[in-house]
């Protein structure tokens, strides 16, 4: 079992930055590659990025590699998400998700979700 906590989500006005982080226990939460999601109203979760917990290895989505960064620290077992340059388009629920195969980018294929935090940009 792998327990997601997500934080850091709240208003921020077009042009700003935001650093949501994902906080992970469980006995075998080391064993799992994190990533972020998104989801708007009436459509399916967007895979954001997704990093390892056994290397400093990454992957993204193109449209938004560049403005976002997934990052960890090991000591914390926490995962972040920095975001830059945020437009109205990304006000959206984020995600934090766990899987334990690396490179997946399906909403089906991570089994364990955190709550949500909610981002709203203001134009």
């Known amino acids: 079992q792998v327990q997601l906590v997500e934080s850091g989500g709240g208003l921020v006005q077009a042009g700003g930055s935001l650093r949501l982080s994902c906080a992970a226990s469980?006995?075998?939460?080391?064993?799992?590659?994190l990533a972020w999601f998104r989801q708007t109203l009436g459509k399916e979760r967007e895979f954001i990025a997704g990093?390892?917990?056994?290397?400093?290895?990454?992957y993204y989505t193109d449209s938004w590699k560049g403005r976002f960064t997934i990052s960890r620290d090991n000591a914390k077992n926490t995962v972040y998400l920095q975001m830059n340059s945020l437009e109205p388009e990304d006000t959206a629920v984020y995600y934090c998700a766990a899987s334990p195969d690396y490179g997946r980018r399906r909403q089906d294929d991570y089994a364990y979700w955190g709550q949500g935090t909610q981002v709203t940009v203001s134009s």
């Open positions: 990093i390892s917990w056994i290397d400093i290895s990454t």
């Open positions: 469980g006995r075998t939460a080391s064993r799992y590659t």
